[in-house]
């Protein structure tokens, strides 16, 4: 049973810093990646990682987010830098198995960036 866990996020002021881990179990993953979901907006992807390291960012946050990966612990890890209040989120690991190809989440952690 694939299991995801999250930490990391929490309360930065603006031009602040966070990092935060995603760590999934119980199966060999694909791509994994990070969503955030402001109030009122919908869900959208932030980075994404291959398994062979391919990184892929929203526009709003290349050059300030970096993700990566380790493929023995299937663990993930997005460098957040030059936060913007804008960037205040529920934050969300998604990891997709390479045997399903079903995507599992974990259920998010909040990162408040004050101006």
């Known amino acids: 049973q694939v299991h995801v866990e999250e930490s990391g996020g929490g309360l930065v002021q603006a031009g602040g810093s966070l990092t935060l881990s995603c760590a999934a179990f119980g199966s060999l993953f694909g791509t994994m990646a990070w969503h955030r979901q402001a109030p009122g907006k919908q869900r959208e992807l932030v980075a994404a990682?291959?398994?062979?390291?391919?990184?892929n960012y929203h526009d709003s946050v290349k050059g300030r987010f970096l993700i990566s990966r380790d493929n023995d612990k299937d663990t993930i890890l997005l460098f957040m830098d030059s936060l913007k209040p804008e960037d205040t989120a529920v934050y969300y690991c998604?990891?997709?198995?390479?045997?399903?190809?079903?995507?599992?989440w974990g259920q998010g952690t909040q990162v408040t960036v004050s101006s």
């Open positions: 990682i291959s398994r062979n390291g391919a990184p």
């Open positions: 998604e990891v997709r198995s390479a045997f399903t190809g079903l995507s599992h």
